[in-house]
Structure formats: C-alpha cells, structure tokens
C-alpha cells in the first residue's frame, strides 16, 4: 500500500464525521430561514439530530474504523479527538464577541466538554471491542475483551456517574465558575 492510500485511510473517517457535522451544522442554523414552519421543525430536528450524533458519537466510528485499519493507539485517540476539538473551538471563538481571548481560552474546561471528553473516552472504551469482534470474525488471533478497554468503559462511566450524582452536575459548574472567578476575577 502506498503512502497515499494510508493517509486517506486514515484521513477520510475524520472527513466524514466532519463533513456530517459541518453539513447538519448548515442545515440546522439554514432552517431558521425557511419559512414554512413545518420543514422549519422537520429540518432543524433532522440536522440538529444528525450534528449532535456526529458530534457525540463520531468518535466511535473513528476509533473503530482506525483500529480495524491496524492505526496505532496514540493515533486513533488523536484522530477520535479531531471533530469534537473543532466543535469546541468553533465555541471558543464564538465567545471572542463578547470576551478576551484568554477568557475565552478557558471555555475549553467548561462541564458540557467535560462530559463530552468522558464520552469520546468511553466510546473508545466500546470502539475497542467492536473493532476486536469485526477483526475476530475475519479470522484474526485477537482477544476480544481485554481488561485495558473495559477498564477505561468503567472509569469513564465511574466519573460521569459519581460527577453527575454529586449534585447532579451542578458542582462541576460550581468548580468551572470558582476556577474563572479566581484565575479573571469576579466580573464586577
């Protein structure tokens, strides 16, 4: 295989969720201008629908694809990661309007992309069985479960589970809002 056709192995997962993600992306802020207010719903559930899924889920087609694909470990977190860092970076650069960049900078701590990277991590957790089973059932030598991937499905299930018990969420806020009063002050 030539080096060309690895980076679009590699590559091209990336691209898809991408482009799902950019496209529902356009679709579900273009509903907005339709004026039927029946396609306007239809549109804005099916795109915003199909964003957040590409989005939250992207990660375990990726890691799966690239692992089936024989990429290394630091490779497919890496590549796993890609789609949801734009996705927080498109948020970031949002608050640029009304923020200092540094500021903003710190929006990448925020709870909702916590609970994002949890889980991106437990999806990696799965996308390691799944792609073990697709690799067993095309006669490769592979233990399907493992203790490494079901150690990282229970400790991110363990922390969303514990972080969200925990005053159903709110305390991680807390800590983003006390973290940002400290580090920029109060506001005032």
């Not at 039927?36 to 889920?57: D, E, K, P, R, W």
């Not at 437990?122 to 991937?149: D, H, W, Y």
Request: proline share 4%; glycine share 8%.
């Amino acid at each position: 295989m030539n080096g060309r056709n690895k980076i679009q192995q590699t590559l091209f997962p990336i691209l898809y969720v991408f482009v799902a993600a950019a496209l529902s992306f356009t679709g579900y802020f273009g509903s907005g201008h339709v004026g039927n207010a029946t396609l306007h719903q239809l549109m804005a559930v099916v795109f915003g629908t199909t964003y957040f899924l590409s989005i939250a889920f992207g990660a375990l087609y990726i890691f799966t694809t690239l692992y089936v694909r024989g990429k290394s470990l630091p490779w497919r977190i890496l590549a796993s990661l890609v789609v949801p860092f734009i996705w927080m970076t498109k948020e970031v650069l949002r608050l640029t309007e009304s923020h200092p960049l540094v500021e903003c900078l710190y929006w990448y701590f925020n709870p909702l992309n916590v609970w994002l990277v949890s889980l991106m991590v437990l999806e990696m957790g799965i996308a390691t069985v799944i792609a073990r089973s697709i690799l067993k059932r095309r006669r490769r030598e592979i233990k399907i479960v493992t203790p490494a991937p079901i150690a990282v499905i229970l400790g991110s299930l363990v922390f969303v589970i514990s972080a969200y018990a925990w005053g159903k969420g709110e305390n991680i806020y807390v800590i983003f809002l006390e973290g940002y009063r400290l580090i920029f002050g109060s506001g005032t």
